[in-house]
Structure formats: C-alpha cells, structure tokens
C-alpha cells in the first residue's frame, strides 16, 4: 500500500513537473527562435549597409578616377545579349563591377545563411552577381536560371523595390523565381550624392526554419531528458522520505498483534515523527493495560 503511495506522489509530482516543463520548453523555443530570426535580420541589415557602402564608395572612385563618368555609372541604355533566356544585358560599367565588386560580394556568402549579396541598379539591374550565380551557360534554361544569374533584371515587385528602395535594412518576403523563400534585406547605394540603387542580402527562409526546427529538438530533448532524471529523482527521494512510515506501517501491525516491548523512538520532528509519538503513547497504554490484565 505504501509503495502505491509512494508511486501515486511520484506520478503526481511529475505530472506537475511536465506541465510545468513542457510550459518553459514552449516559452524557451518561442523565444528562442525568434531570438535567431533577429539575430539573421541583424546580420542582414549590418550587412546590406556595409555592402551598400562598399559599392558606393568603388563606383565613386571610379568616377574621380576617370574609369567612367557619373553619366557612364548611371548608364540605363541596356545593351542586349543576345541568344539567352531570361534576357541579359550590357552596360557601360558592368564589366568595371565585374572586376571591382566580384570579391567584396562574395566575402558576404562566407556566412552560411547568406543566399546572395549583390548591388541593382533603380530599375533592378543586376550587373554583377556572386560567383556561385555565374556557371557557364548551358543552353538548358532551368538549370541556367539557377546557375546564371548575372546581368539580369530583376524587376519584379519584390525587386523594384528593394532597387528603388531609400530606407536602410528595408526588408521583405521574396519569392524567388528558383523556388525558394527568402528574406531580402537592401539599403541604397549612394553615387557623388545620387541614387544608384540598392545592396541587397538574401536570406533563405528554408534554411533558417530548419535551423529553427534543429533548435526545438534540441531544446525538446534537453527537457524530456530533465524529466526523465526529474521522474527517477522523485521516485527515489519519496521511498526515501515514506521509509520512516514504513516502518511505522509495521510497528502498527506489531502492537495490532500484542507485541508492545519494543519501544518506538520518534526520529524527527515532522508529521512522522508525531505519528511515531503518538505511537509510543499507543503501545505504553497498551503494556499497561496488558499488565493490568496479567495482574488480575
């Protein structure tokens, strides 16, 4: 009966622990992945304003080195390529930035989270994308959608805007025509004092809710594994503390068949130790009763 006991306070026990556990994991993961989304778009912003700053400051040199003039850098004459589809295009200082930004902008996919880094004109040219968006051309236009991006318009929606955005760290949803879902993140790019366009970061939304579902395992079995050890914990700690009534359980039963020579010594002060008194009290009145009986 007492091991019941036992078990049943363990079960109770536990069962609070769970409710209260599975509340802080719930609480914990909440928090914890949005922590990692602000934590990406934090990334994002400092880096589109760096990366915006970095393509401002190579086109501004160009000029004053007379690479190209300011009427060159702001070039919207787009020359064709011809035989490729989505259509690409030419202008007068694409293959300048080739040469000039091709390094800087891949520095920013060393971060695994990091899609693209690449500056737009404000009609969401893109005369420079990141070396991985560069294969060679392979007349299959799926796989050359994805693998060469470079000297495209981007000038969807999502596009425009981050291209004709002004706003620091303007972010957005992108659909991107690969499929993907992403968070595009750009500030404007600054010429000799003008718009040029925008420095846009892309990262991918697949990827950072498998980062986000890696966390929740983690942090799901971290707490079952708490609540295991929580459970055998409570276990043994309430056969330890239902020890003394145990023995008291026997006690009880001793007197019940007459045997009352033993003496019970209470061993605490608590509800048990009480008992253990109370106890005492019983088996001395029962000697002396027994005594009486024996006399007589």
Not at 66 to 72: L, T
Not at 90 to 102: E, F, N, P
Request: net charge positive.
């Amino acid at each position: 009966m007492l091991n019941k006991i036992g078990i049943k306070v363990a079960v109770l026990v536990n069962f609070v622990l769970f409710i209260v556990i599975a509340a802080g994991a719930y609480y914990l993961m909440q928090q914890q992945s949005l922590s990692l989304e602000n934590q990406l778009l934090e990334r994002g912003r400092i880096e589109s304003l760096v990366g915006a700053r970095q393509v401002g400051k190579i086109l501004d040199e160009a000029i004053d080195n007379g690479v190209f003039g300011v009427s060159d850098a702001f070039d919207v004459d787009y020359e064709p390529i011809p035989g490729v589809d989505p259509p690409k295009f030419h202008t007068r200082y694409d293959s300048y930035l080739d040469k000039a930004i091709l390094a800087m902008e891949d520095e920013f996919l060393k971060d695994a989270s990091v899609v693209y880094a690449v500056a737009v004109d404000r009609n969401g040219y893109l005369p420079t994308h990141n070396t991985r968006y560069q294969k060679p051309l392979t007349g299959d236009q799926q796989k050359d959608l994805v693998g060469n991006r470079t000297k495209r318009m981007f000038n969807d929606p999502v596009g425009l805007k981050a291209a004709q955005n002004q706003k620091e760290a303007f972010q957005q949803i992108y659909n991107r025509d690969t499929g993907e879902t992403m968070w595009d993140i750009s500030t404007p790019i600054i010429v000799k004092g003008k718009h040029w366009g925008g420095f846009r970061i892309g990262f991918s939304l697949d990827k950072t809710r498998m980062a986000q579902a890696q966390l929740k395992v983690t942090l799901i079995a971290i707490m079952g594994a708490v609540l295991l050890i929580s459970l055998v914990a409570v276990f043994l700690v309430v056969n330890q503390v239902l020890k003394p009534l145990r023995e008291l359980t026997a006690t009880a039963a001793a007197l019940a068949d007459g045997k009352v020579e033993q003496k019970i010594v209470p061993r605490s002060q608590d509800e048990i130790g009480q008992l253990a008194d109370v106890l005492e009290r019983l088996r001395l009145s029962l000697k002396l009763a027994m005594d009486r009986l024996g006399r007589k």
